[in-house]
């Protein structure tokens, strides 16, 4: 289950009835991983919007990308 607020996401897994936040860029990243995305790629778009370096948009996406997957609310790849 997901909630918007002012830019913000809310998750719920309903199986575990845990919660968990996104920012505003976790929120835009939410959006780019719930269809199939390379990690690759979601570096790739990262780096072009946030202007961000390589280095730091791969370590802030594993980072999210590894909480959500801890908490049940994807699943990865590879």
Excluded: C
């Amino acid at each position: 289950m997901k909630a918007s607020v002012q830019g913000e996401v809310v998750l719920l897994n309903t199986r575990t009835g845990q919660y968990f936040g996104l920012n505003v860029v976790g929120a835009w990243l939410w959006e780019h991983i719930s269809s199939p995305i390379t990690f690759g790629e979601l570096v790739a778009k990262v780096v072009e919007k946030y202007e961000v370096d390589l280095e730091q948009a791969e370590h802030d996406i594993n980072a999210v990308v590894g909480s959500l997957h801890d908490a049940g609310l994807i699943e990865t790849t590879g």
